[in-house]
Each structure stands twice: as C-alpha cells, then as structure tokens.
C-alpha cells in the first residue's frame, strides 16, 4: 500500500504526461501480482466498493485527538483526507511483532466484502499501520476522491509499455477484462498468450482528425477526400453484438471508450443488428437538430426520467461503420465502409438512427462556400448544428489516435472578440516558468464609467513565440501579485489587446459578465490596438442572442469534440 | 472558520480576562501577574529579565537584546539567518561561525564591534549570565540561556532536535521559562526521516536520467544539509550550485563540513546537466532561470512540503520534506523535556502550541515579537491579531 500510495504521490505532483507514464510503467514492473492489477484498476476507475463517508473519518480523528488541535490543522490544510493522514496519532504498537507490510490487494479485496459497521475499525488498524503518505492514499481511495489527473487511457498505454504493445491491443481486449488483470500481465511480460475479448459489444479505439490549416490544401487533391457535416453533438460508438445465448447486447461508448448506456436508454431498442457505428448523438426535434446548448441540457440530468427522454429525444446520426455482424471492416478503405454503412442504415431502418450526408464539393472553394452557408448546401435546417466540415480520405482504413493526413476537420469561422488581457498566471509543467494562462475582460458601463469586467480564461491558441512576448509584457506591466496571479495593467490606453477565438456563448449567471465562452483561444495578438478600442460586452450579448435563443442553462464540462 | 478569525478567537479564548499579551502587561509597576503563585514573589518575575519590545527581545539587567530586528547598543544573536541576525548593532555577541556568516552577508563592517563565544561558554553581562547551547539549526546556531537569579529563561531561536550532519546536535537545557519556536506548530507536521526524502530524490534522479533535478532549497543550512545528507546515501557525483550559493556553501566546507564535489552550474552547457542534481535558492527555481536546464524536475526541500497544497501552489514537482526546525513532536518533546513550567511560543503557529502547552498545565503564552518572521517563508501578518 505504502508503494502505492508512493506511486500516487509522485504522480499528483508530475505534469508531464511521458514522465507519469515512466513512473506508473515502473510501478508495474516493480510491484508484483496481485497489486499492480489492482492498482491498475484503481488507476482505470475499474474499482468498485462502498464509499466511506467524510462524517466517518471526522468521527475516527475526533476520537483521538483534541478537536481544538485537529480544528486548527483542518483549516490550515484544508483538505479532511490530508489532514486526518499527517495528524493521525499512531496507537502504541504493544505485541506488534513486524506483521507483513499492508497490501493494496489487502485493502481493495477487504473493502470489498466488509460490512458498514465493521469498516470503522478496520480503517483505524490500517492507518496505525500506514505512514502519511500510505494514510493519504488509503483515506483517497475508501472516500472515492481518488483524482490524480490520471486518465484510463493513460493508465493502459502505461501498462501497454511493459511488454512494448500497442495500447490499443489493451483498449481492444479491455472490455473482457478485470481486475487484477493477471492475465493481462501474463501477456505483457511474455507468460501467455493475449487474452481474448469475450465482450459481445466491445469497444473499438476511435479514429481522430486533424484540425486543417489552410496551408495544408496546397498538397490535398479534393478527389481524394470525401466532405461531411461536423455535426455539434457527441461522439458515440454505439456497438451491437450477440452474447453466447444469441442475445443481443447493446452498448454506448463515449469516444474514450467509457460505457454511456445507461445515459441513453431510449437508443438502445433500436440498435437491432449486429454492428459498430461510430456517430454523433444529437438531439432532434421534428426532424430538426437542435444545438449543442439543448444537448448539454439533457446530458447535465442525473436521471433519466421519461419526461427527459420525451422532451430531449436522442438521435443518432452514423458516419462510419466498423464492424458489421461478425465482420470487422476497420482494414478497408473509407469509401468501402462507407457503402456498407448505407446499406446497414438502410436495413436497420429506424427513425432514431439516420445516415450523415456527404457533402458533394470538386474544388476547395466549392467547400468552402458550402462550409460558409451549409443551410444552401444541402444541410437545409439542420445548418445551426453544423460547426464545420469533415474530411475523409477516401482510402483511408479505420485507425486509432489520430493518424496523419487521413481525416482532417475544418471548422467553421469561430467567434472572434477583441479583449484586454486582465491577469496572467503561470502555467503548469514546462510552461511553469511562462505566465501563460490568461485572464482577459471587456469593457461595460460600470458605475464610474467604463470598466473591463472578465469574461473568460484561455491558455492555449498562441505560438511558442508569442508566449515569450506576452511573458514579457507580463512580467513588465505587472501592477499588483496575488500568490501566483499577476495583475497586469489594463487601462484604455495602456495594455494588451488579446484577439480570442471561440466555439459559442452560454449564459453563465456564475460569471460575472454573465456570459461564458465555450473553448475559448488567443488566436492573435493585437500589438497594434489601444485597449479601449477592445470590444464591449454588448457585443457578446448580440452574439449570444444570434447563437440561440433558449433558456439559461448551466454551464457544466462537455464531453465532446472529434 | 476563516483562518485568521479562529486564530483570533483562540486568543481570545485562551487569554484569561483582565490580561493581554505579555507584551502589554509586564511593565515593571504592574505587579499584579503572578501574585496567587508565590513562586516568584521573592525572585524576579521573568518578564523582568526578557520582555519583547519593539527591538526584539530585551534583557534590561543584561543591557542587552536577543535576535534585535532593528540596531541596537548591544545585541547577542542566536545564529545567521538574515530574520534573526541584522547589521547596524554597536556590539555583537554570538558564536564564530554565527560572526562569519554575518561578515559574508554584510561585509567587514556589520557591527560597530564583535565578541565570540563558545557553546558551553558563560559570560556575564550586567546583572546576568548568558550562556550558549546548541541548537541544531544550522551551522553555529545557538539557544541562548540568560539567568538571573533564581530564574533561567532560555531563548531557543531556531531548533531542531532531528540529524544533521552540518551542525552541532541540539542540546537540552533545563530551564524556569522556554521560549520556543513554532514555524510548524501544528500537529500536521511530522517531518520524518530527511534520509528517506533524499532517497527520493536520488530515485527520481535515476528514473529521469535526461532529466535535470534542481532542488529548491535556502541557501543558509538547508542546501549544505541536503548536500550532505547526499553524500551519506552514497551520492558522489559532482553537485552544481546556482550563485548564490556559492559564498555560503563553501564557508561551510572551510569549517570542515565535507560536501565533496561542488561545481558552479553557471557556464554549463544544457545537455551536460542531464542527471545531475543542482542546488538553488528556492526563488531561482520557479524563474526563467530554469530554463538553461534539460527538462528540469523541480524539488524543493521545505518543512512546508508536507502539506499537498503548499507544494502545489509554488509548482513543486518533487517535495522533500526537510526541514531546519523542529516538528511538531519535537516541539512537544522538547518543551516538555525542558522542565521548564512557563513557555512562550514565537514565529509561526503559535495558538496551537500555546493550546497544547495549557492542556499539560503549562503557563503558556504567545511571545509576539514584531518583525521576526519565518526564514523559510514568511506568512503574512494578519491585520487582525493585534487587537487580540
Ligand atoms: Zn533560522
């Protein structure tokens, strides 16, 4: 446990993702099974136990420390976990005579099986057993707040890198799979053969497109790309399969492979027939997509109630097919999958699934003038859920990550603002040393006037060299240091004008300005704009009303995106 | 609770009605303080020796102060960290190492004179005897004894009671009132073992050889003790130092502290620093210095590395929990080995420690000396506490 928790320590601190993959691959090759197994599930969310509550841990820290000592420490902390973990008074170690040191396997196999009334006591003999760093983890993993910015996919890739596999050949047997994935290890180091995946509907690792660059068209002939809509919704894979009784099962996965079945069940009855579609969830009403906001709205609901499904009816929109009945089609060329696609739509005939249309072009410009007003180019009413264009060779095979040269997205147009840039903050990892995330504002009326008031946060967008001059100016106009936050000048004539691209707008009454963008970026600098020349929050307003006209919503994290 | 109000309430709540800090109520015609103890009805109450004024500590029947913040005739100094020992004062008494250290920072003409004294040493000065203890803080450091009387107070400074092969082991002095330190009077503060943290840092060394490991630690004490702490695991590779660095380090090996091969890391090439580990003011390394380095691994050896959120606010990637001052059980530990029936607690956390000293049926009070902060780093002073 005490290695384990070693492992988690290092990589809560390490922002590199090659370096916390070096350190979780060596944990694998250090520690032996059953722990890394379980490690590897606690590292995949695959475990599952009861939670303990905080209540509990308060009441095993007030029962042996004084509440004064434990109040102050609490508030200097400010975490309960860490703080319980550095403060815990060992009980005296009578007729302790050196038992094995705690496992990870230990601890998940326990919490298994324990039973609530039982879990008190066994909590306090683990961390008398534990040092701070062991207490930490364990109170991390018992309260279910074991985040690390770890992603599953990383996990795997790391295991993957044992035995010098492709992480993909993990994403593909997965599904089959459980902890403490001897079998898994078995194959990595060389002691069995691969596992095989049972899973009548596993996932398939997803095929990703690069952002185009107008610069790329110069050596892109149009004749070997076929045009679709970029749709804004999400992208599933929604799998069907037969399990060994005949059965169908029917699964979706998000595009990181997480299981969201159970999200939707209203699609499910009509994924009849064997088969792995790769397209995007939409809501659709009288034949119409509605926006991405109107998605967002049903996927920000716990439950999913039948007035939910009524009011937000799901549609699936296909573009791909990988796998027909028993087939897998991923090897052949696009144009081929493609046919088989409207054939299986076709059969399938549902008016829940629908096949995404392909944009006829023959040169660029003819694309681009169907990217500029996709309404007359053949997306009729359904042009507001379009935000770009995709582009697919026509020859490519299906494959995972995100392959050079095969599949490109173009964009529409984004939003552009004018605004000044407020506060910096350094960035993280290797941009420790840059002031790189920024704070930029607009201007309003203000009670004395015009003021800039925030309306959003961007950390990326900009060139290598760009960050070196906004370091700079940083660094050079800075008016006031909050820890790491400075407050760099912005008055109508003195500052930075920050030229910021983003997705759409959403009502936002926990922000300030009331507004918050979706992904926004700093795509210029404007060296050349006196501040006070920078847009105004009317402007956002007027762009808002174009977007959409729907009721406030909250803004929560989307898992979107190609 | 808001921090800075519970702190406030605390005082509040501990400080017995009709009386405030020690500050406000030991001027010499108020006698009232201790009249139910008959203890010190025939001696002299203690605040009659060491009373914190605005100077810092003064010793009056000494003619003296201890650690002054600002100059003074006469000032005897516990060691050379730049909170404790400023220049400008007519004369100085401290330990060799303490003088030197103070010579390098300020120059030649840090103080109109300078006296040296030994560990062990007892001097009298006025109607007091002064004698000095080590302390385990870093090289010189000293716990300064002042009797009078009946009465010792010892004025610890900065302590440690944890292995450090750059200084004189702490020493326990038996004592009537201890004045004790509290930079991590919180019971979250248990430093462990400062090997264990440099097995750390080796490992990752190991695990990231491209890498360059920069240790972020104060140049006074804390980098010649990771250095040597280094040595000990069976480092021997040469270790770089950033500039600053330089003065201080090798004083030290002139006293006969054995750090083996230093180099400056100025006028390195990039490439050549991959795998090595360099040395550097904790300042340095969240600069745009850092980037003469190859893929730097950042560490910094702190005390403070052992609460996630400290690390993580100055970008930390590899905490080491090193610390020059006692934990919090060898806070506890030693006051209560002291003997000692009255404490003060200065520099830091001192409501906690104040409490825990009241639950043993201590007198216990905050010492709050103006100006003395933290030569780690220095917590804010809250708007607020003085009116507590
Ligand atoms: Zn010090």
Sequence with gaps: MNRFAELLDRLAYEPGRTNKLRLITRYFHEVGDPDRGYALAALTGALSFKHAKPALIRDLIAARTDPVLFGLSYDYVGDLSETVALMWPKAAMAAHNNPPPLTLTEVVTTLRTLGKTELPRQLERWL????????????????????????????????????????????????GLSPPYLDLFAWLEGRAEKPVNRDPAPFRPVMLAHAIEETDFAALDPADYIAEWKWDGIRVQAVAGRDERGHIA???????????????????????????????????????????????????????????????????????????DE?????????????????????????????????????????????????????????????????KRRDAPYLPGRPKGQWWKWKRDPHIIDAVLMYAQRGHGKRSSYYSDYTFGVWTEGETGDELVPVGKAYFGF?????????????????????????????????????????????????????????????????????????RLETLEKMLKADESLPTIKVAASAKGH | ???????????????????????????????????????????????????????????????????????????????????????????????????????????????????????????????????????????????????????????SGDYKD??????????????????????????????????????????SVALFPERAHLVGAYSLGKAQRVIALLRQAGYDEPIYLHGAMETITHYYQSRGIELGELRPVTGVKKAALAGT?????????????????????????????RVRARAR????????????????????????????????????????LVHWCRGRGLRAQPLDLVGYGDEEESETPLADEAEA
């Design chain 1, 128 to 175: 008398d057993e534990l040092d701070e760093t062991g207490r930490w983890a364990l109170l991390k993993l018992v309260t279910g707040a074991l985040r690390i910015g770890i992603s599953a996919r990383l996990a795997k890739t790391a295991a993957a890198a044992l035995g010098d596999k492709d992480p993909h050949e993990i994403e593909l047997i997965w599904p």
């Design chain 1, 250 to 324: 029917v699964r979706l996965y998000s595009r990181t492979g997480e299981d969201i079945t159970g999200s939707f069940p209203d699609l499910v009855p009509s994924l009849r027939l064997p088969g792995a579609i790769d397209g995007e969830l939409l809501i659709l009403r009288e034949g119409r997509v509605q926006s991405f906001n109107v998605l967002q709205q049903r996927l920000n609901r716990k439950v999913v109630s039948p007035k939910l499904i009524k009011d937000f009816p799901i549609h699936l929109r296909a573009y791909d097919l990988l796998g027909d």
């Design chain 2, 313 to 352: 606010q100055r970008g930390v990637e590899l905490p080491l929990v090193i610390s020059d001052h006692a934990d919090w059980d060898g806070l506890t530990a030693t006051i209560a080995a002291t003997g000692a029936g009255e404490i003060w607690v200065t520099h830091g956390q001192e409501d906690a």
């Design chain 2, 162 to 203: 944890a292995h450090d092969p750059t200084c004189t082991p702490f020493e326990l002095v038996p004592c009537d009132v201890f004045i004790t330190e509290a930079t991590f009077g919180l019971p979250v503060f248990r430093h462990g073992n400062a090997s264990d943290e440099v097995k750390k840092l080796l490992a």
């Design chain 2, 277 to 305: 580990i360099t040395l550097a003011p904790p300042s340095a390394t969240s600069d745009l210095w850092t980037r003469r380095f190859p893929d730097p691994v950042t560490a910094f050896a702190s005390g403070w590395m």
């Design chain 1, 463 to 535: 060139t290598d060299d760009e960050l070196l001059q906004i370091d700079r100016f940083v660094r050079r106009n800075t008016t006031e240091k909050f820890g790491p936050v400075r407050h760099v000048v912005h008055e109508g004539d003195k500052g930075l004008v920050l030229e910021v691209a983003f997705e759409g707008l959403q009502r936002s009454p926990r922000h300030k300005s009331g507004v918050a963008m979706r992904f926004p970026r700093i795509s210029r600098l404007r060296w050349d704009k006196p501040p006070r020349e920078a847009d």
């Design chain 1, 327 to 391: 087939n897998d089609l991923r090897e052949l060329p696009f144009v081929e999958r493609r046919e088989r696609l409207e054939t299986f739509i076709g059969k399938l005939d549902d008016p829940r699934i629908d096949l995404s249309p392909t944009v006829p072009f023959a040169s660029w410009e003819a694309l681009t003038a169907a990217r500029a007003d996709p309404a007359s180019a053949g997306a009729g009413e359904d042009a507001d859920a379009i935000e770009g264009v995709m582009l």
């Design chain 2, 1 to 155: 609770m808001h921090g800075s109000r519970l702190r406030q309430w605390l005082r509040r709540a501990f400080t017995p009605p009709g009386r405030r800090s020690l500050a406000e109520t030991a001027s010499p015609r108020m006698t009232g303080e201790y009249r139910g103890t008959g203890a010190y009805m025939t001696t002299m109450r203690p605040q009659d020796i060491l009373l914190p004024v605005a100077a810092g500590l003064c010793c009056k029947p000494g003619g003296f102060h201890i650690d002054p913040v600002r100059p003074v005739e006469r000032a005897v100094i516990t060691h050379g960290h730049s909170d404790h020992a400023r220049a400008g004062h007519g004369a100085v008494l401290a330990t060799q190492e303490t003088l030197d250290m103070m010579r390098l920072r300020y120059g030649e003409n840090f103080a109109g004179s300078t006296q040296v004294i030994r560990y062990g040493e007892e001097i009298r000065l006025g109607d007091v005897s002064v004698k000095f203890h080590p302390a385990g803080h870093v090289l010189g450091s000293a716990q300064i004894a002042v009797t009078c009387k009946d009465t010792c107070i010892v004025a």
